[in-house]
């Protein structure tokens, strides 16, 4: 799993829509192409030898013809104003991530923000890094994840539907 990095990747991502919510977190989703995750190794943007400058690609992983998934987390300042809070919920969401990556690699490459929406209650969880306040988040951040990768998940396809309609005719009048 990659990890967002720049803010045009972060805002591309959350232009695609949220696709999940809990009281306290939101996950966006931009579900990328084959065309914006495979190009050449050529060098674009500024800098480049080309004769002409092409667009940079946000989503592309030198070397790698594979489309991966994207993660990104945003906490901002207004829910969590300590930095500690900040980043032990961005750890919590990497790591719950993690535990889902095999089901987001199934779906279709994408990218992912998850993106804080709310505080937590200070009067509740005192301290920043306390066993409740990271247990509460992980809680939240699991069935974040889960709702998006069940909702979004292809339908099995049930071995009948398989079969060309024109053999299921044939062998229903031999």
Do not use: N
Not at 28 to 48: I, N, Q, Y
Not at 117 to 140: C, M, N
């Amino acid at each position: 799993m990659q990890r967002l990095q720049t803010r045009p990747q972060f805002q591309a991502t959350m232009s695609g829509g949220t696709i999940s919510r809990t009281p306290h977190f939101a996950l966006h989703r931009l579900v990328l192409s084959s065309a914006d995750v495979v190009k050449d190794a050529e060098p674009t943007g500024p800098g480049a030898t080309l004769s002409e400058q092409a667009p940079q690609a946000l989503f592309v992983v030198p070397g790698c013809k594979a489309p991966q998934v994207w993660l990104g987390a945003l906490v901002p300042k207004r829910w969590a104003k300590r930095s500690v809070t900040r980043h032990t919920i961005k750890r919590q969401i990497y790591a719950v991530a993690s535990e889902f990556d095999a089901q987001l690699q199934a779906l279709p490459p994408a990218a992912y923000v998850v993106r804080l929406r709310a505080g937590f209650d200070r009067k509740q969880f005192i301290s920043a890094t306390s066993e409740p306040l990271k247990r509460a988040v992980r809680a939240e951040l699991q069935q974040l994840l889960a709702h998006a990768t069940r909702r979004k998940s292809p339908k099995p396809v049930a071995p009948a539907e398989l079969a060309p309609p024109a053999a299921a005719a044939v062998e229903g009048a031999g």
